[in-house]
């Protein structure tokens, strides 16, 4: 077939009367329309999406620039972008906002710490409120936000929230954290202050925040990022046109992109993209690839008989509304070419029945590319195993190409939801990291039965890393490693010279009432080119609970609430 016949089908990037035709479950809005009829979207959808956190529905809400008079609520895979160049070009009166869950069990009564699966970016609010509400834990975003007033991070009463993650945004007011265990904080500007938090706040090339205090307060902040590029958006020209804005990869950055009126990068004309749908299959959104196809994913679930292959340089792959990309053949969901400047941002990836090996795969074993002008980055990749149905995987993520960027990344080998347990929901490893100069930006890995990242490559660096043991090893005897009791969570392999790693927070939660004992929560090389800067420990419930927190430093957390905080490793 033709690449003119494929791309003249329903669904490819053909310009539709009004726009491209991004299918039933993106909502465009431009300021004509009226604000009750916004509104009443904004509020079925939330009644739809409230509690709906297994499953297969998902939405994009877009705004042309304007101003907007809206109180949106953000349910589950519900997700809010602007259409303009700068944020400052869509005008929100009212809030975008994630309030908690009702949860009798913990204090207060309320809860963000399933707040899974939403994301707001690319716009400016004013709350009408006393403050904009984004009471959030993993894989919910806030980028190239700017809220001119307070931001409230936690559900309020108390309730226990558990981390998140923001970038390139602007907060005038003050930024109540309050409950939050952790969060990751990047290339941001804060206004009067940033408050409270429990464990784990990291900041980097943050302009406001507050100095490192770790681990009272748990505060580690860096002065710039090592090497940044920021996240692509669709946005509309000056003609009405559709276009993707791909920032400019940066070095030691401090700051939004934007807040100067200036932004480096370049666009690319929706035309070069295949919007694709749920319906079409891995074989014709392959062929459209394969063709130097851009891809854009909009919202739903993509059952796939074989992987996604990204086969050119330079190629973006973009998601509207976290579409789900579900692998049914035991295959991967994903696989990257070893090549220059790959963007994949704003998916999902649900394991299968059919066990995988690997999910995502970045670059081949044994490629040595030299890619650090331009680098493959990952953002806003967020991997399940269980939770909407049985899932496995031995891996969930492969970075094997040098010089790649991590950020957001949230892999999660599910401890709740449908297909959970020991025998069922299987997973080794949750990321693996082969190539050499990898940086990663907020790695939050969770529950995987044995090591939860493993490190091979030379001269990594990560920056805030977040991560829970499995809750559920039914025995010591089912969960030993070859170097003790457990396995560690953060693992360097003995053979790396140079890695260094900020912001560190691993959690046990034993819950099966056998007394599990991981050994420790980081194992490392003892070599001088090894450094860990600010980690901590933390026996959560359950039974057991983590020897020691790096290697052989550190103090016990067993056996009832306690922690262990370190500031260096070596001291």
């Not at 005038?172 to 954290?177: M, R, V, Y």
Request: proline share 6%.
């Amino acid at each position: 077939m033709t690449a003119a016949g494929v791309f003249a089908l329903p669904g490819s990037a053909a310009a539709h009367r009004g726009g491209p035709d991004f299918g039933p479950n993106v909502f465009v809005y431009d300021p004509s329309t009226p604000a009750a009829e916004i509104q009443a979207k904004f509020d079925e959808l939330f009644a739809q999406q409230e509690k709906n956190e297994m499953g297969t529905n998902r939405y994009a809400v877009l705004f042309k620039p304007g101003h907007y008079d809206v109180n949106a609520r953000l349910g589950y895979y519900t997700t809010v972008s602007g259409l303009g160049r700068s944020p400052a070009d869509v005008d929100i009166t009212g809030a975008v906002r994630v309030v908690g869950q009702v949860n009798p069990n913990v204090p207060g009564g309320v809860s963000a710490l399933t707040n899974f699966w939403r994301s707001a970016e690319n716009f400016t609010v004013t709350p009408t409120d006393w403050s904009n509400q984004w009471a959030v834990s993993q894989a919910s975003p806030m980028r190239r936000v700017h809220v001119k007033g307070i931001l409230w991070l936690e559900p309020g009463n108390g309730g226990y929230s558990s981390g998140g993650f923001i970038a390139n945004s602007k907060v005038d007011g003050i930024t109540i954290n309050g409950s939050q265990q952790q969060w990751l904080t990047r290339d941001s500007e804060l206004g009067d202050v940033w408050t409270n938090g429990v464990w784990n706040q990291v900041f980097s090339g943050v302009t406001g925040a507050p100095a490192t205090g770790f681990p009272n307060p748990p505060y580690t902040t860096l002065p710039t990022s090592p090497v940044t590029r920021e996240k692509p958006y669709l946005y509309v020209d000056e003609r009405g046109r559709y276009r993707v804005f791909v920032p400019a990869l940066q070095r030691d950055t401090a700051g939004t992109t934007w807040s100067d009126g200036s932004e480096a990068g370049s666009s690319i004309d929706i035309d070069d993209f295949f919007i694709a749908k749920p319906s079409d299959s891995a074989a014709r959104i392959n062929l459209a690839l394969a063709l130097g196809k851009h891809l854009l994913l909009t919202p739903g679930v993509y059952h796939l008989d074989r992987p996604l292959r990204v086969l050119h340089k330079n190629t973006v792959v973009l998601g509207l509304g976290m579409p789900s990309l579900a692998p049914d053949t035991g295959e991967a969901a994903l696989k990257i070419a070893d090549v220059d400047g790959v963007k994949v941002a704003g998916v999902l990836v649900d394991a299968g029945a059919r066990e995988s090996d690997t999910l995502i795969e970045v670059g081949s074993r044994g490629g040595r590319r030299d890619h650090s002008r331009n680098p493959t980055s990952l953002q806003d990749v967020f991997i399940r195993i269980g939770g909407p149905w049985v899932g496995r995987a031995k891996t969930s993520l492969v970075v094997n190409s040098d010089d790649t960027i991590l950020e957001n990344i949230w892999a999660w080998r599910g401890d709740h939801g449908n297909g959970i347990g020991w025998t069922q929901n299987t997973a080794d490893v949750g990321v693996v990291v082969n190539g050499d100069d990898v940086t990663a930006y907020g790695l939050f890995v969770e529950h995987y039965q044995k090591w939860q990242t493993i490190w091979n490559g030379e001269r990594g660096r990560t920056i805030f890393y977040q991560s829970e043991m499995p809750y559920d090893p039914p025995s010591q005897a089912a969960w030993t490693s070859p170097t003790g009791n457990g396995w560690a969570s953060y693992k360097v392999a003995p053979s790396v010279r140079t890695h260094e790693a900020w912001g560190l927070g691993v959690y046990s939660y034993f819950n099966q009432g056998v007394d599990i004992r991981a050994a420790r929560g980081i194992e490392v090389p003892d070599r001088p080119g090894v450094r860990f800067h600010n980690m901590i420990t933390v026996f959560l419930d359950g039974s057991g609970g983590i020897e020691r927190t790096i290697n052989d430093a550190g103090t016990p957390c067993v056996g009832s609430f306690s922690t262990s905080a370190l500031t260096e490793y070596p001291a």
